[in-house]
């Protein structure tokens, strides 16, 4: 079924009074008082409210547990008090909107026309708390089943098909992401994911919403701390006695373990598409002068966000050569001749955010690629290695334009959207450095992904599990981002809460240079060990410690994915249906006269 079709067509029955469909309703009680004198769409919109709130920039992260709370009672209110007329899907729309339009307002930073992009976005993730709100309905309505169940289900199965499957998944704003600051709270993301995270939230959150709607106050409220207690206690527990053991680890067998002093550049550039070259060459003379100043403490590897570098790679495949170019060889591999040079002046290796470009027979211009560039110094009579990887998620309207071929050149989408390529496959970047109280150098690998690549956990995790068929053992997370589009807005606390979950999720640590954002090391507990100031261009250094004597043991989520996500995101495309369904049959049945 088109989405769309569903969306157009469940007004009537799951938004219909409740009157009009048979329900039993023997054992129900009316809600408190205070329930009673709110109209049901007042904690629709509280609930909208409540959940921007928790999340940033006001990071209120209290007011998370708020938000199911107000959403149960909006469900139960309709069902089983008949408090108020029944709100229309209009209203949960609007709702929705408001709540993404606020939240995602940065998207019509980087040019005018990218409001339109802001927009339609907005519109389109609104539509998933449509369907959220028609599948527990019919859960909690038709299959009378505990709003304790049905919302933490149809939760994590609205958010499955948002942040991982739909157009590529976006994963920003999620519930979740308001606890990023409280890494006791969010270790279960080594379990489940995020999703898992959030689904707890909202686990809690009905439970007390309930509480309104039960006949002995005193037993519901016994209910509710009973659960919470067996929830909510272990899991913060959890949490604390992870993150104590990892201390420990470090503060016992520190001197045992490798160690790797690294540095992610942080620039204050803002940035605007079609920007000049003398922009371009501006911003990376300023990660120029902070690389050398990082160079000067003797770090084992120094990182610079994505596209900051002006000097493109040239690859030239099938019977494409320089001189077609009116290059000579020389000329076509300046490039690496730069690095190079520049890498052995510091004597450090660099990682560099640049583009790629790949003349290919057949093609009127080259393909391009959003690369990061691995140049390592050369060590006696070895040349370093350089190691290219493609970011493979690309971003929508940023990087490519949908149906591109299909539009003229000149189209102003087009002239406005550099467009790029995706890469095919994960690379694994060396990093060396000696262990504490060793001899020998070792090697220790990093996963690489680029901007909003952070935000698609199975990316991240797939391309972990890749490199591990292919013998290798990543134990770094490495992120380069570019997000000077954005001004500074909540966009970067809301992509640094995404870095937080993936090491959590990996327990792995986690590495972000940023452009205009946060750069930060983050440990595989979820503390953020070292961050930038806000809007500052500097250098932020801190240790990583890994344990090359034992492989890196996979976390349940790395094993198994969101598979459960995936069968609650099919219990509510299920629920759904159901809904349509039934209503299709009433209005059939109303038509031919019956039950009137």
């Not at 569903?6 to 048979?22: A, D, G, K, Q, R």
Request: with cysteine; aromatic share 12%; net charge neutral.
């Amino acid at each position: 079924m088109h989405p769309f079709t569903l969306f157009f067509t469940i007004e009537e029955y799951t938004m219909m009074p409740i009157s009009n469909v048979p329900m039993n309703t023997h054992n129900l009680a009316k809600p408190s008082a205070a329930v009673r004198r709110l109209p049901s769409a007042v904690w629709l919109f509280l609930g909208a409210l409540c959940y921007y709130v928790a999340l940033p920039p006001l990071n209120i992260a209290a007011l998370a547990l708020a938000v199911p709370i107000c959403w149960g009672i909006f469900i139960l209110a309709q069902e089983r008090g008949g408090v108020s007329p029944p709100v229309r899907w209009y209203w949960v729309y609007l709702a929705a909107f408001l709540f993404w339009f606020a939240s995602i307002w940065w998207i019509a930073c980087p040019h005018p026309l990218t409001s339109i992009g802001l927009l339609a976005l907005a519109a389109y993730l609104s539509l998933y708390w449509v369907l959220f709100f028609i599948a527990i309905r019919v859960a909690v309505h038709r299959f009378h089943i505990p709003l304790f169940v049905a919302m933490p289900v149809c939760w994590i199965g609205t958010e499955y098909w948002r942040c991982n499957v739909v157009l590529g998944g976006f994963s920003f704003c999620s519930l979740e992401h308001a606890l990023y600051l409280y890494p006791a709270c969010i270790q279960l993301a080594s379990i489940g994911g995020g999703l898992l995270v959030g689904g707890g939230i909202v686990l809690c959150g009905a439970l007390i919403a309930s509480v309104f709607f039960q006949r002995n106050a005193e037993a519901a409220v016994h209910c509710v701390i009973a659960a919470i207690l067996v929830f909510v206690f272990p899991v913060s527990m959890m949490g604390y006695g992870l993150i104590e053991k990892e201390k420990k680890i470090r503060e016992k067998f520190g001197e045992k373990l490798s160690c790797a002093s690294i540095v992610a550049l942080q620039g204050d550039r803002q940035v605007r598409l079609n920007s000049t070259p003398e922009e371009n060459n501006a911003t990376f003379k300023q990660y120029i002068d902070l690389t050398y100043q990082a160079a000067n403490k003797k770090p084992d590897l120094i990182i610079l966000p994505e596209t900051v570098c002006p000097i493109p790679v040239l690859l030239f495949e099938g019977s494409v050569a320089p001189a077609d170019l009116d290059l000579t060889g020389e000329e076509a591999t300046e490039w690496e001749r730069w690095f190079r040079q520049f890498v052995d002046q510091i004597d450090t290796p660099v990682v560099f955010g640049l583009s790629t470009l790949i003349f290919k027979d057949n093609s009127e211009k080259p393909l391009r690629l959003n690369s990061a560039l691995l140049v390592q110094p050369q060590r006696g009579d070895e040349l370093g290695k350089i190691v290219r990887y493609d970011k493979m998620h690309l971003v929508m309207f940023g990087e490519y334009v949908p149906f591109a071929k299909y539009l003229p050149d000149d189209f102003i989408l087009r002239t406005l959207c550099p467009e790029a390529h995706a890469g095919n496959k994960p690379v694994a970047f060396p990093i060396g450095w000696a262990g504490q109280g060793s001899k020998e150098r070792k090697t220790v690998m990093a996963s690489v992904n680029i901007c909003f690549e952070s935000s698609v956990a199975p990316l991240i995790r797939r391309n972990v599990l890749e490199l591990r068929k292919q013998g290798h053992d990543p134990r770094v997370l490495i992120n380069i981002s570019n997000v000077g589009w954005f001004w500074f807005s909540q966009q970067i606390e809301q992509h640094l809460a995404t870095h937080v979950f993936r090491a959590v999720e990996n327990r792995m640590w986690y590495v972000t240079a940023t452009n205009g954002g946060f750069s930060a090391i983050i440990s595989p507990t979820g503390i953020i060990e070292s961050i930038g100031k806000r809007g500052e261009a500097e250098a932020v250094s801190g240790t990583v410690l890994v344990d090359l004597q034992k492989e890196h043991s996979l976390t349940f989520y790395q094993k198994y994915g969101d598979w459960y996500a995936l069968l609650f995101g099919l219990i509510v495309l299920g629920l759904a249906i159901e809904g349509v369904r039934r209503q299709k049959s009433g209005v059939r049945r109303k038509q031919n006269g019956v039950g009137e």
